[in-house]
């Protein structure tokens, strides 16, 4: 089986140990390094379906297979935590599709439709990448990582842009922030999320709009000096 760990702090990263026979899976356009013996492929994890489905989320429609014997690494573009979920056949994981980076192989890689409503609302058009089977599926928090375990009817509002994956089966829809001063003026967003247990819910403490907003002022204009 395949070693992973975690490493770094502010701005962590994948480091994986592979044997000879052994090999996981990772989002296009993550890999760090990888030793000479590592062999590297681009595949169409689960089919042609899949693949497609997986553009729609905005994914990439091939993913990178790695195999061993030797050494990886992988980090995603943002700062942020890298954390593992494990699957273990019995129920699966939705996530926005961003936040994946790798994956064991018995881990199945597919998208799901999301509700109308949510899945425009959320910034996550009408799919969200689904994970499956069994293994650990590694995924990225923009910023800091927030768990929640939800009990039976307890439920939890997320504003949009912070949730970053539950499990499979948890019911979930749309609410307004409050009132029309609120949604325009508070600057929270417009909606929340609303997710009600029983199952496990996954958030970060960044958006990749509050990201992207803190870098425009510095990045060049079109026809400005010099261009």
């Known amino acids: 089986m395949a070693e992973f760990s975690i490493e770094g702090n502010d701005m962590q990263h994948l480091h994986v140990r592979l044997e000879s026979g052994e090999s996981i899976y990772a989002d296009a356009g993550h890999l760090v390094s990888k030793g000479f013996r590592v062999s590297i492929n681009a595949t169409v994890r689960g ?52 936040s994946f980076l790798a994956a064991e192989p018995g881990v199945q890689y597919d998208a799901q439709m999301a509700r109308l409503g949510a899945g425009i609302l959320a910034g996550e058009g009408l799919f969200l990448a689904r994970f499956s089977g069994r293994g650990n599926v590694y995924l990225h928090a923009y910023g800091g990582l927030i768990e929640r375990d939800l009990k039976p009817g307890e439920a939890l509002q997320v504003e949009a842009g912070h949730l970053l994956a539950f499990e499979e089966g948890m019911k ?3 609410s307004r922030v409050g009132g029309i001063r609120s949604m325009l003026f508070s600057g929270e967003g417009w909606f929340f999320v609303q997710i009600e247990g029983p199952g496990k819910v996954y958030m970060h403490t960044v958006t990749a709009q509050q990201l992207a907003g803190i870098l425009i002022p510095y990045l060049p204009r079109q026809g400005g000096p010099g261009l």
């Open 47 to 98: 089919g042609l379906l899949s693949g497609l489905k997986r553009a729609l989320t905005g994914s990439s429609f091939f993913v990178t297979e790695l195999a061993g014997p030797g050494e990886a690494v992988l980090a995603a573009a943002f700062p942020g935590k890298v954390f593992p979920v494990q699957l273990d056949g019995s129920r699966g994981i939705l996530a926005e599709s961003h």
């Open 172 to 174: 979930y829809g749309i």
